[in-house]
C-alpha cells in the first residue's frame, strides 16, 4: 500500500478486496472471518492489551524479564545448532563494545530479509539466559531506521563522533514500545499482519466520513474513539475509548427491548382475569398461606391480566420459593375468563411434575388439565387427561414439553402463556409458543436469579415480579466444603440420614470415565455406592437414558423406593423430592456457581434440614475454589447470581442465544447501572420525541428495528 493510489483516504464501507498490498492469502481468511469492509476490520474490538513501554539496560536485565528494548545491530548471520535459525547480536547504539543480546528467530526465515547490520531496532520479548548469554527467541520487532547505518556503526566502533539520525526517523512504533493491542485474530492472518492492517486502515481512514451506526456521543468522533481504542497512549484513553463503546453497545440495546415494550403495549390484548372464584378455592384448600412475596407477585400479575393489553412478566424467585403456585393462581384467573392457559417445561420430568401438582392441587375441580409431553424416539405426542374432568373435553389447562410447539398440541384460545426455565428455550421457541394465541398474557419464570443490571437491560422489556422469601415450612440447608480425603466421615453422616428414612442424591459432572477428564461418572458411582450401601436400593439418572428410562427412575425415588439417586445435572430444574435432604456433588468445582446452587435447591424442600457437601480437591487460591467458599457463605439466590456475575463475568453468565440480542463485546456497561440508566433514558427521549423515526440521524436506529418490527414502524 505505497503508490498514491493506495494512500487515498478510505471509507468505512470500502471493500477490503479493493485495497492493493493486502495478500490474497490474508483477504482470505478475512473474508472467512465475515471482514469485508473496512468498517468491519476496525469493529474487531483488542480483547486486551499488552504493555511493551517497559524498557531497562541490558546490565539489569534478569532471567524471564519481558521487556521492550531499543538496540542497535551489530552483527547478523544464519546459525545452526539443533535447528537453523536467524541471529542478531544487538546492543545500546552508544555502546559498540558493550554488552550483547542475542535474537533469534527460528522458522521465520523472512527476517533475514527484513534485517541488517546497522538497523535500529525496537524489540519485545522474555530474556533467558542460556549459556552465560542473554538470549530473546522470536521476539516482536519493528525498525526504527530504514537507512543504512553502517557508516554511523564504523564511526562508533573508531571513537568518532556518530553522524546525526536521519531526519525522518521513519514509522511510529505499532507492535513494540506501546500499548499493544491483542486480537482475536481470524485463522490463517497472523497476530503481527492484523494489526499492522488496523494500523493502516485507521491510518487512512477519512475523518469526516459519515458511519452507518448512530453517533452516541457527538463530542468524541468515533473515527478518534476507534485509534484510541485500537491503539491508546495510554490505559485511561483506552478505558474512555471503551466506555464509549459500551455506552453505543448498550444503548442499542437498550433501545431495542424500549421499541419492543412500546410495541407490546401498542397491541391489542385480552383481559383474562375477570373473577377469581378459582382461585379462593384454591387458596382455602390449602394446608398454609402464601408468603407476603408470593401474594404480592400474584396481585402484580392479576393487575396486569385485569388490562386489555398483553402481559409481559417475568417471575423471579430462588429455587423452593412457590412460583409454580403463583403461576398456578395467574392460570386460574385465565381460566376463569373463559380463555386457555399452558405452561411448557423444559423436560418431560418437570412437565410431569407440574401435571401432577396442579391435578393434586385442583382434584374436586371441574377443571380439564392435560399433559402433553414428546416422545423422544419418535416424537410422537403423548395426551395424559385427568380421569376426574368434566363432561367438557375441551383441555383449560395444559400442561408440556417442546411438545406443544407442534400443531397439533397447540392450544386454541390461548389466554396466558407461561414458560417455565425460560433461559432453556431459545428465542424463536418461546415466540412460536406465544403465537398460539391472539396476543396472550406472557408469563416467564426462572429459578435462577438474574444479577440486577443484566435484568434491567436483556429483561427491559418485561415487568418483573421478585419472590424474595421461602416458606416458613423450610427448615433450611447447610453447605460444607470437604476433600476427597474426609470420605468416611461423609459415609457415616450419610448412613445416619438413611437410617433415619431420608434420600440422598449424588450428582457426578461425567455420565461415563473419560479419558481425557479425570472426573466422577455417574455410571461407576453408581456402582461404588451399591456397593457401600447394598441394604439400600441405588437408583441411576441420566441424560442418555430414554424417556420412560428416566421417567421409571424419578418415579422410583420420589416414591421412596430408591433411597439414593446418582444422577447428572438432569435434576437441575425443577425436581421435587421433600423427603430427600442429602446432597453430595462430585467435583463440584467442575460445575457453575448458579448450577450449584439449583442442584443444591432439590434438597430440604420438606420439613427435614437439607445438606449440601461440595467434595473437591481444589486447594486455596485454586481458581474453582472462591466459588465453593462463596457458595457455603449464602443460601441467597440473589448474591449467588452476583458472585457469580463477579467470578464468570457476563460472558459465561449471559444467555446471549436464549436472550436474542447477540454477543457482547464491551462488558463494562453490564456491571454500570448509570451507563445503563443513560441508554434507557436516550431511548425513551428519542421514542417519545419521533415515535416512527422519520429523522435522517434517526435512520440507523429504524435499520436497527426493521428484522424485527412486526409493526409499529413505516417502511
Not at 393489553?309 to 424467585?317: E, I, K, S, Y
Not at 467435583?587 to 443444591?600: N, P, T
Amino acid at each position: 500500500m505505497d503508490d498514491s493510489a493506495a494512500r487515498a483516504l478510505l471509507l468505512p464501507g470500502s471493500p477490503l478486496h479493493a485495497l492493493p498490498g493486502i495478500p490474497p492469502r490474508e483477504l482470505k481468511a478475512l473474508r472467512a472471518a465475515g471482514l469485508h469492509t473496512v468498517a468491519d476490520v476496525l469493529h474487531r474490538v483488542p480483547r486486551r492489551y499488552e504493555d511493551r513501554r517497559r524498557t531497562a539496560p541490558l546490565a539489569s536485565l534478569a532471567n524471564g524479564d519481558t521487556v521492550s528494548l531499543m538496540l542497535h545491530a551489530y552483527s547478523a548471520g544464519w546459525r545452526f545448532s539443533y535447528k537453523r535459525y536467524y541471529e542478531v547480536s544487538a546492543g545500546p547504539a552508544d555502546e559498540p563494545h558493550g554488552a550483547r543480546l542475542l535474537l533469534r528467530w527460528f522458522n521465520m526465515p523472512y527476517v533475514a530479509k527484513l534485517l541488517a547490520v546497522g538497523m535500529e531496532l525496537s524489540v519485545y520479548g522474555k530474556v533467558r539466559e542460556i549459556s552465560g548469554k542473554w538470549v530473546m527467541t522470536n521476539p516482536d520487532f519493528e525498525i526504527l531506521e530504514d537507512e543504512d547505518a553502517g557508516r554511523r556503526l564504523a564511526a562508533a566502533a573508531l571513537g568518532a563522533a556518530a553522524p546525526p539520525a536521519a531526519a525522518a526517523a521513519g514509522p511510529p512504533c505499532v507492535h513494540t514500545g506501546r500499548l499493544v493491542p491483542i486480537y482475536r485474530t481470524p485463522s490463517g492472518i497472523s497476530a503481527r499482519a492484523f494489526r499492522a492492517l488496523v494500523w493502516e486502515l485507521l491510518s487512512r481512514l477519512e475523518p469526516g466520513a459519515a458511519w452507518e451506526e448512530f453517533n452516541i456521543a457527538p463530542a468524541y468522533p468515533i473515527c478518534q474513539a476507534l485509534r484510541d481504542l485500537h491503539f491508546p497512549e495510554d490505559d485511561a484513553t483506552a478505558h474512555k475509548a471503551r466506555l464509549r463503546f459500551a455506552l453505543a453497545e448498550c444503548f442499542e440495546r437498550q433501545f431495542r427491548v424500549a421499541w419492543r415494550r412500546r410495541c407490546t403495549l401498542a397491541r391489542p390484548g385480552q383481559i383474562t382475569a375477570t373473577t377469581d372464584g378459582y382461585l379462593q378455592e384454591l387458596l382455602s384448600s390449602l394446608p398454609f398461606e402464601l408468603t407476603a412475596a408470593q401474594q404480592r407477585c400474584v396481585q402484580e400479575i392479576r393487575a396486569d391480566m385485569e388490562r386489555p393489553t398483553p402481559m409481559n412478566r417475568l417471575l423471579q424467585g430462588d429455587v423452593g420459593s412457590g412460583k409454580t403456585l403463583v403461576a398456578l393462581c395467574a392460570m386460574l384467573l385465565c381460566v376463569e375468563s373463559g380463555k386457555t392457559a399452558a405452561l411448557i417445561a423444559p423436560t418431560q420430568i418437570l412437565a410431569e411434575q407440574h401435571y401432577n401438582n396442579f391435578c393434586r392441587l385442583l382434584r374436586g375441580s371441574d377443571i380439564r388439565i392435560s399433559l402433553r409431553t414428546a416422545d423422544r424416539a419418535d416424537d410422537s405426542a403423548l395426551l395424559l387427561e385427568d380421569s376426574s374432568a368434566a363432561a367438557d373435553t375441551t383441555p383449560r389447562i395444559l400442561v408440556g414439553t417442546h411438545a406443544l410447539l407442534y400443531a397439533k398440541n397447540r392450544p386454541s384460545s390461548l389466554g396466558l402463556a407461561v414458560i417455565d426455565e425460560q433461559h432453556k428455550f431459545g428465542v424463536a421457541q418461546r415466540e412460536r409458543f406465544i403465537s398460539a394465541g391472539n396476543n396472550p398474557d406472557v408469563l416467564v419464570m426462572t429459578a435462577t436469579p438474574i444479577p440486577r443490571t443484566l435484568t434491567l437491560t436483556f429483561y427491559g422489556d418485561l415487568d418483573v415480579s421478585i419472590i424474595d422469601e421461602l416458606p416458613a415450612n423450610r427448615a433450611g440447608i447447610t453447605t460444607a466444603l470437604r476433600t476427597p480425603g474426609q470420605m468416611k466421615r461423609i459415609i457415616s453422616f450419610m448412613e445416619q440420614e438413611l437410617s433415619a428414612g431420608r434420600q440422598v442424591y449424588i450428582i457426578s459432572p461425567l455420565i461415563e470415565s473419560s479419558d481425557t477428564r479425570e472426573q466422577a461418572s455417574a455410571t461407576e458411582e453408581w456402582q461404588r455406592w451399591s456397593r457401600q450401601f447394598p441394604q439400600y436400593p441405588v437408583g441411576l439418572l441420566h441424560g442418555r437414558m430414554s424417556a420412560e428410562e428416566k421417567d421409571q427412575a424419578m418415579a422410583a425415588f420420589y416414591a421412596n423406593e430408591t433411597r439414593l439417586l446418582v444422577a447428572t445435572t438432569v435434576v437441575e430444574v425443577g425436581v421435587d423430592v421433600p423427603n430427600a435432604t442429602v446432597m453430595l456433588i462430585n467435583d463440584a468445582d467442575s460445575f457453575g456457581l448458579s448450577q450449584l446452587h439449583q442442584l443444591r435447591g432439590r434438597i430440604g424442600r420438606g420439613g427435614h434440614k437439607g445438606w449440601c457437601i461440595l467434595l473437591s480437591s481444589a486447594r486455596p487460591g485454586d481458581p474453582g475454589r472462591e466459588k465453593l467458599e462463596a457458595l457455603c457463605r449464602t443460601t441467597n439466590g440473589f448474591e449467588i447470581a452476583e458472585e457469580d456475575f463477579r467470578l464468570r463475568g457476563p460472558g459465561d453468565v449471559l444467555g446471549t442465544a436464549q436472550s436474542g440480542l447477540g454477543a457482547v463485546q464491551f462488558t463494562e456497561w453490564l456491571t454500570d447501572a448509570r451507563l445503563i440508566h443513560r441508554a434507557n433514558r436516550q431511548a425513551a427521549a428519542i421514542l417519545d420525541a419521533d415515535p416512527e423515526l422519520t429523522l435522517p440521524e434517526h435512520a440507523p436506529l429504524k435499520r436497527w428495528l426493521q428484522e424485527e418490527a412486526p409493526a409499529g414502524l413505516t417502511s
